[in-house]
């Protein structure tokens, strides 16, 4: 009885209309990303919280119409895949005929077979279905402005929080994140091999970034990392998180956010004002692990093909830089031209 009452309190919440709020915003801008890894995440995050706000839901069926039609990608394969689990999940028969739809089109073998799962988890009805070409993306872009997100990260609150904290718990005291994403774990298991995992990622500008990992029913914080103690508001907005985990104290986010850049060929000068600075900082780390960090913002000034940052990079070594730094910065500069304007770091007394 309990759990034919509790389908019931979920099928009722469904049909009303919500602001949004806390981690379904995070949702939202999952499933609003340009990145296909992140719009599978969001899907993941759907199937597994069930959350009960259908601007969500009918987000998530855009979505699957948008990336069903990107035949032989196999990264797009995969996030449709999860989006039609996740909409299958949602018991909401008002998704029926768009399922119904794609698998009647549809020729790979895999969603076909998701397909027929979701579809069968769906009641046929009378009430109206949802359609795509009515779906107006720009109300929940809107929503994503609004609602009582009022609290603000501060570096004292940003300090507070502890490994296990859940979500919620987070966005309560931090208030909505500048930057949300993918944080890709990866581990050596033993008669396994290597495994990748997709956490949830949130970044505050000037303070840091947190990774989540999903267990015991809810998204819980396992790590925090440190952003360089440097002010990065002066940058254009749409860079901030960019550069905040690129100014990370954490290898595996810079890498990923370096590659990041690297494919986006960051041209922004104060964005990369602010890595060349943060090169000459870091320079003579003897800490392996940042070593590989800092060689890797290296290769984002060369992949910007701005000149300006040729004659940091040719001379670190004479300033006593860590040599698998140097490498990788000697080769940077030999991809860039030479500029009459070079970038000057800020140099301390004592250097």
Do not use: C
Not at 47 to 72: P, R
Not at 124 to 130: D, E, G, L, R
């Amino acid at each position: 009885m309990k759990k034919y009452l509790t389908l019931f309190m979920l099928l009722v919440s469904f049909g009303s209309t919500a602001t949004m709020q806390g981690k379904e915003k995070i949702y939202a801008r999952l499933l609003l990303s340009e990145n296909t890894d992140e719009i599978k995440l969001g899907a993941k995050a759907l199937h597994n919280d069930l959350l009960t706000n259908t601007m969500l839901w009918d987000l998530a069926a855009y979505q699957l119409s948008v990336i069903a039609n990107k035949a032989g990608n196999a990264e797009a394969e995969d996030t449709a895949a999860w989006l039609i689990k996740a909409i299958g999940q949602s018991q909401q028969a008002k998704y029926r005929i768009i399922l119904e739809q794609l698998d009647n089109a549809e020729q790979n073998r895999k969603l076909t077979r998701y397909l027929t799962q979701a579809i069968n988890k769906l009641e046929k009805t009378t009430q109206p279905s949802f359609d795509v070409t009515t779906f107006d993306i720009n109300a929940v872009q809107a929503a994503l402005l609004t609602g009582p997100d009022k609290a603000e990260a501060t570096q004292t609150s940003f300090d507070s929080i502890q490994p296990g904290t859940e979500l919620a718990a987070v966005l309560d005291v931090l208030g909505q994140p500048d930057g949300v994403g993918q944080y890709i774990r990866q581990f050596n298991r033993p008669f396994v091999g290597r495994q990748s995992f997709q956490n949830l990622r949130l970044s505050y500008v000037n303070l840091g970034s947190m990774e989540f990992n999903y267990e015991h029913d809810s998204w819980r914080l396992r790590t925090k990392s440190v952003q360089a103690a440097t002010d990065i508001s002066v940058v254009d907005q749409q860079y901030q998180d960019l550069l905040s985990r690129l100014l990370s104290n954490d290898r595996v986010q810079v890498v990923a956010a370096a590659k990041e850049a690297i494919s986006l060929r960051l041209s922004d000068t104060e964005a990369l004002d602010q890595i060349g600075q943060h090169i000459w900082n870091e320079r003579a780390t003897q800490d392996r692990h940042q070593a590989d960090a800092v060689a890797w913002l290296s290769k984002v000034l060369a992949a910007s093909g701005n000149g300006r940052y040729k004659l940091l990079l040719a001379t670190l070594g004479e300033h006593g830089a860590n040599a698998k730094i140097v490498k990788y910065a000697l080769n940077g500069a030999d991809k860039l031209p030479t500029d009459d304007n070079p970038f000057q770091p800020v140099t301390h007394s004592e250097e």
